[in-house]
């Protein structure tokens, strides 16, 4: 299932990356042997995966279990995962361990009392191996609540190598240079780009990505926390930089309206399908995932991927998103899922997904090796090296009736600026009144 999450460097863990190999000594531990302290107790664990992810994720419980002798269920949420564990807590019925899938809803349970505050373990495993980063956003109030197990790079664009060699075309490194590439490849009998504007959570990471490199870290924050309207000279800039995009119908495969009918799904389709009709598709490194499992694609030969290109002379964006894994405070083997964290925030549990596809982990002590192929190892590396320049993908940190409904508030606003991209002031001052509302201001 795709969702709209769905994403440092010691000297030791620089040498592993700088190597692409095990430095420094020994890779992950065994997660056989174990006191098996823990048989015969139970640890529930709620989250929003289904189909592979459930599966992949079960090889990691498995090997919790095979260490501390623990059984594990999981119980797939959907995506409503703030209603569904809400009414479970009502109900008396609370799993042990949330993995909560955006720091909106994390704080939400922190600020209703439903989450015990990390172990010291757990909490020195994250200060030793995790950028501070990490930490912020797994915090509320100055408390640590959770551990970011798995991660999203959500500032990588997909291309055809075959659609970009035969326009002549390099992966671009500034966004003006993007753009440029993408009429030379669209004058080569592609479209440049699949975009999915049928989803507006697909829009939101383009505009985070851009808003990231050319208005800085420092403004990113405070328009995430709304402590900078969007009615800011540095949203309409943005705005204005994405709507070159947006109105330019020689780049867009299908042109405006053609994005808005196109889901994310549909838009790997048009670049990795049977019949493609377009070279690039901008999304996150999960994109790998569907052009391999949906096409049939070799990653690496038949689909690669460059960064996110700088915009305006900033830095390059890597805008992340992720799932932390939270402990309830009413939750019956409370002990036990701590017990589940204190795993999870290892090298060890992140290699046995690393290991199965599908994953990345912002752990910087696993060892990019235990990854299954180059460019994962290399989205992953790009992951762990930005370090604290990571950024949190906005719309997740918002209310989700602003930056997490559909139909409504910034996804909503910014299809309709794919539909009119004319008036970017306009669709600011809309950003503003709907986010107002939804953070109470």
Known sequence: MMRRRTTLLTSCTALALALGATACGGGPVSAGGGDKALSGQTVTVAGVWSGSEQKNFQKVLDAFTEKTGAKTQFVSTGDNVSTVVGSKIEG???????????????????????????????????????????????????????????????????????????????????????????????????????????????????????????????????????????????????????????????????????????DFPGSVEKAFGPKPEAGMVYEGDFVAGVAHDQYGKTIGKDANFFPFPAVDGGTAPVVSGGDAAVVLKDAKNAKAGMKLLEYLA????????????????????????????????????????????????????????????????????????????????????????AAAKAYQD
Do not use: C
């Open 92 to 262: 008396g019925n609370a799993p042990d361990v949330v993995m909560v899938p955006q720091v909106g809803v994390l704080q939400q349970f922190a600020k209703k009392g439903w989450l015990k505050p990390l172990s010291g373990t757990a909490q020195q495993t994250i200060d030793a191996d995790y950028a501070p980063v990490w930490r912020t956003y797994g915090s509320v109030d100055g408390t640590l609540y959770g551990l970011y197990f798995k991660a999203a790079h959500k500032s990588t664009v997909w291309y055809s190598p075959d659609a970009l060699t035969q326009a002549g075309v390099k992966p671009p490194k500034t966004y003006n240079e993007l753009l440029k590439a993408g009429h030379t490849v669209s004058d080569s009998g592609l479209a440049a780009f699949a975009v999915a504007g049928q989803d507006g959570w697909t829009l939101t990471d383009w505009f985070e990505n851009i808003y990231l490199s050319q208005a800085g870290p420092e403004k990113y924050d405070a328009l995430a926390t709304h402590k900078l309207k969007w009615t800011d000279s540095s949203v309409v800039k943005a705005l204005t930089t994405l709507g070159k995009l947006f109105k330019d119908k020689q780049l867009i495969a299908g042109g405006q309206k053609g994005a808005l009918n196109t």
């Open 346 to 433: 290892t090298p060890e549990a992140a290699a046995v997904w690393a290991k199965a596809g599908g994953f990345l982990s912002p752990n910087k002590k696993l060892d990019l090796a235990q990854y299954g192929d180059d460019v994962t190892r290399a989205t992953a590396k790009s992951l762990v090296g930005a370090g604290d320049s990571v950024r949190f993908d906005m719309s997740d940190q918002a209310p989700a009736a602003f930056g997490g409904t559909k139909g409504v508030g910034e996804w909503k606003l910014l299809q309709d600026f794919l539909r009119d991209p004319s008036d970017p002031k306009g669709t600011a001052a809309k950003l503003e009144a």
